[in-house]
Every structure is written in structure tokens, then in C-alpha cells.
């Protein structure tokens, strides 16, 4: 493990693609996303950041209230890990895909890192062959067209020159970079986002998850760790690697999976396993595990968070080393994962939240020892 830790950091040294390459480096040359590593490694086997997506920015029953959460709401603190979305940046909007407003995003991610948060983003683009196609519209090939000598790369390259855009102004107002997680073209392994796999061989998605990473390093963002999250369809390590982009480019070894997690016992087991296929994986590369998106919609389970999620996390030594577990957003009484108050499942909510392993902001604060 040493070993290969050392032969993965020469490897590092002499690769300008790696997300973190100055992991090695002096103390005093570390970037924050470095040090947001660093703090990610050391809670390997020992805690996990509870996250959740749009956290700050509305939930059931309000929206831009200043201070307001619903994980705070039923639980008394902020999560420690808090998702964002990207999309719609690519085509100039002013709001993401779901009417949140890039410039309040950026000012919740300042107040995250601030506040000793973690910060990840996700993107699903507007396909950059037809822009008025969201990335759930699976009706024509898109990837091969947009990646070097496509016939759209032009276009993509603007996309991504927007997406550059909105990442050089994720700064505090003394001009410190935030640091952050990208999670790009996650969920490949299905069939509902346009670069899924029935549209986009291996190879093409390989080709683009490097492109995308590497045209970030080239237009000056590098203060940022990758997250590679397939969702559910794979057995063992090997097919989990099927869209793999590189050890040299990935520092998160992730998945997503919410229907393993509604699906009966059977279900849970592979759920379990997969979990301990990514945490197996990123122990002998040494990066870190997470399980990155999950959860149960409107929660009709009232125990799900312990006797499903706990539970998993909790399953064994390699589940154990899950760093952070996500949920995704509560947009409104149809769609939503976080129990508001009065909801059913929200004591079960704070049981699972209240074990000494699952971190929330000021339970991370004090495992790094902030003030
Ligand atoms: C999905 C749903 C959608 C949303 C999208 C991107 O899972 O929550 O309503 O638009 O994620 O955030």
C-alpha cells in the first residue's frame, strides 16, 4: 500500500492532469484542495460527512431564506458536505436547471468553505448538439460529436468555457480560491443522461471526462479535487472501472445509488457490496471513497435513514470507509430526501445523524480541530 502510494505520488509529480498534484508538495505549497484531501483521507475508517444537495438554498416551505437548511431545521446543524448543480451555466443562464441563481451558488459555497464546509458540484449540461436538449434527452448521440474533431466540439468548448467561468469567480472576497469536488458525467453507466451508455462506448467516455478535466487545468482551475460516480451497474471492480477516465485523474471514487437502497433486502446487500467495491478500490490507489448520491424520495420509509443508510455505512470495515454520503435536494412536497420537521421520518433522521460516526459542520469543525 506504501508502496503503491509512492509510486502513485511519482506518477503524480509527473502528470499535470492530476486534480491535487501538489499533494506531495511542501506544507507550505499546498492548495486548499489539497488540504481538503488531506482532511478527507484522514476521516478514511473512522467518519462519514453527511451532505446534502442545495442544501442553503430553499427546502419545503421556504426558498433564499438567509441561514435556513432543512437538515438544520430537523436536525439543529448544517451538513458537512453540501451538493450543487451546474446546469444551464453552459448555455449563459443566470439560474441552474432548477432556478437556483449561479450568483447566490457562489456566495453559498463561499459561506461553505468558510464555515469549514465541503463544496461539490455536479453538471448535467444542455447537450452542446442541440442546446435546447436537457441531459435527459436520450434521442441522438451526442458525445462522439462534441469531443476533439467532432462536429460540435466547437460548441462544447464554449460550454465548458462558461463552466470555467463560473469556477474562476468561486473565490472569497480577499481573492481566496474556493476549493471544491467536480463530479462530472456521473451516472454513465445508465441510460437517462445523454452521455449514458447506450449513446457513449467506454472509450468516448473516457476520452471526455479527461477532456473536460484537463481543459479545467488549462484555463487556470486546478484548486479542485474529481469524483468519478458511476451509478449501480456494476458487479465487481472491473466493470466498475468499464468509464474509468485514470488514477491520475480521479481523486473521489465514487457511486450513486438510490435503487438499490429502496429495493428490499436483496437490494440492500447490493448495495453493500458495491459500496465495498469503491472503497476497496480507493484504498489501493489511495484516494477516498464516497457514496455520492443517495436517498429515498419523500422518505415513505420512516426508519430508512438507519436501517438503510446507517445500516449500509455501517455494514463492515470497507463500508466503514465511505467519506462522505449525499442526498439529493428537497425542491418540494413531491420531490424531497431530508425529513422536514413534522415528517415521519424525521426522528429517525437525527438517531441516524445523532452516531458519533456521521459528521454534520460542527461535528466536522471539531474532528479538524477549527475554532
Ligand atoms: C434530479 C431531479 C430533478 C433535477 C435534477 C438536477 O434528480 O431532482 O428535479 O432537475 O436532479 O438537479
Known amino acids: 500500500m506504501k508502496i503503491a502510494y509512492i509510486i502513485l505520488s511519482f506518477s503524480i509529480l509527473f502528470s499535470a492532469a492530476c486534480a491535487h498534484k501538489s499533494v506531495q508538495a511542501k506544507e507550505s505549497e499546498k492548495s486548499s484542495a489539497d488540504v481538503l484531501f488531506e482532511n478527507l483521507k484522514a476521516l478514511v475508517g473512522k467518519a462519514t460527512l453527511f451532505g446534502h444537495q442545495d442544501d442553503l438554498a430553499y427546502g419545503i416551505g421556504w426558498k433564499y431564506v438567509e441561514g435556513e437548511s432543512d ?12 451538493g450543487w448543480e451546474l446546469g444551464g451555466i453552459e448555455l449563459g443562464n443566470p439560474v441552474n436547471l432548477d432556478s437556483v441563481p449561479f450568483h447566490k451558488m457562489r456566495e453559498f459555497a ?11 458540484f455536479s453538471w448535467h449540461p444542455f447537450s452542446a448538439v442541440d442546446e435546447s436538449k436537457s441531459s435527459w434527452v436520450v434521442d441522438e448521440v451526442v458525445v462522439r460529436h462534441i469531443l476533439p474533431g467532432g462536429s460540435h466540439h466547437e460548441v462544447f468548448i464554449r460550454h465548458l468555457d462558461k463552466l470555467v467561468g463560473f469556477f474562476k469567480e468561486l473565490k472569497t472576497d480577499d481573492d481566496e480560491m474556493v476549493p ?17 451508455v447506450d449513446l457513449t462506448t467506454p472509450e468516448e467516455m473516457i476520452a471526455l471526462f479527461r477532456f473536460t478535466i484537463e481543459y479545467m487545468h488549462e484555463s487556470g482551475i486546478t484548486n479542485f479535487l474529481v469524483a468519478y460516480s458511476p451509478d449501480r451497474h456494476f458487479n465487481n471492480e472491473a466493470e466498475y472501472l468499464t468509464w474509468y477516465p485514470g488514477d491520475d485523474m480521479v481523486d473521489v471514487i465514487g457511486v450513486d445509488n438510490y435503487y438499490d ?30 457514496f455520492t448520491e443517495t436517498g429515498l424520495d419523500r422518505i415513505p420509509d420512516a426508519n430508512w435513514y438507519t436501517s438503510k443508510l446507517g445500516a449500509a455505512l455501517n455494514a463492515n470495515e470497507w463500508t466503514r470507509k465511505i467519506v462522505y454520503a449525499m442526498v439529493w435536494r428537497n425542491h418540494d412536497l413531491t420531490h424531497f430526501y431530508v425529513p422536514y420537521p413534522e415528517h415521519p421520518a424525521a426522528n429517525d433522521f437525527r438517531s441516524f445523524l445523532n452516531q458519533d460516526h456521521i459528521l454534520l459542520l460542527s461535528d466536522w469543525n471539531n474532528y479538524l480541530g477549527n475554532k
Open 180 to 196: 471544491f469536488i467536480f463530479r462530472p458525467w456521473h451516472e454513465m453507466d445508465g441510460g437517462w443522461f445523454w452521455w449514458g
Open 110 to 120: 463561499v459561506w461553505v468553505h468558510q464555515n469549514g464546509g465541503v463544496n461539490t
Open 71 to 82: 437538515v438544520k431545521r430537523t436536525a439543529g446543524d448544517y451538513p458537512a458536505l453540501f
Open 261 to 290: 437502497m429502496r429495493s428490499g433486502e436483496q437490494g440492500f446487500q447490493d448495495a453493500i457490496r458495491k459500496l465495498e467495491i469503491v472503497t476497496r478500490y480507493a484504498e489501493k490507489t489511495g484516494k477516498v471513497a464516497a
